[in-house]
């Protein structure tokens, strides 16, 4: 083979390389942002948030560096970064998707168990308040506390409501209001009491 021969091939293949990585990345750009949605899909910004922004970080990049490429002269363009980002960004997606599902049940189980326990409470705070002593002295303390009752237990009803919807980081914040507004009702009663005895 001549010496110009090779030249002309060696020009050639440079060429085709320099076609193929001018090529904007749209199937790695297109695959990365359906992996998002699905990512979102599994509720990910709600469940490993972390997890997402570092995701999405990197689909930003992808994008900013295919937008700076878009940018240039045709001959002078390169998509290899913006490409290999696209593809980095689809795969932390996909990651982060089954990372949120397997947050999400882990959430849902201890939401469950709260749920049960806050129960527990609540059924004690519904009895100790039907033997709360009654009388003239306590009869508008018995009021409130029954108020705060019928509150607590509005609230357990909307917190196995989201459960059942499987909203659970949303009956977390709520079955955790539960449990505590039942102990604080059982310490209004016992106050009520001490109040009612003298001892207070």
Known sequence: ???????????????????????????????????????????????????????MDTLNTADAAKKEQD??????????????????????????????AAEKERVHQLVVAALAEAKGVVDSASAALAKAPRGKGSKADIELIKADLDAVQVGYADAEADINAGKYMQAKAKVENVVNGAHKIMQEIADAAARKAGKM
């Open 71 to 100: 940018s240039k002269f045709a001959l002078f363009r390169s998509y290899g970064k913006s490409k290999e980002m696209f593809v980095r960004a689809e795969e932390m997606f996909n990651n982060v998707a089954t990372e949120a």
């Open 1 to 55: 083979m001549s010496k110009k021969l090779l030249l002309i091939v060696a020009a050639l293949a440079l060429l085709a390389v320099m076609v193929g990585c001018s090529k904007p990345p749209e199937a790695e750009m297109q695959r990365a942002n359906t992996s998002m949605e699905a990512a979102r899909t599994a509720e990910a910004e709600t469940y490993v948030p972390d997890s997402f922004r570092a995701a």
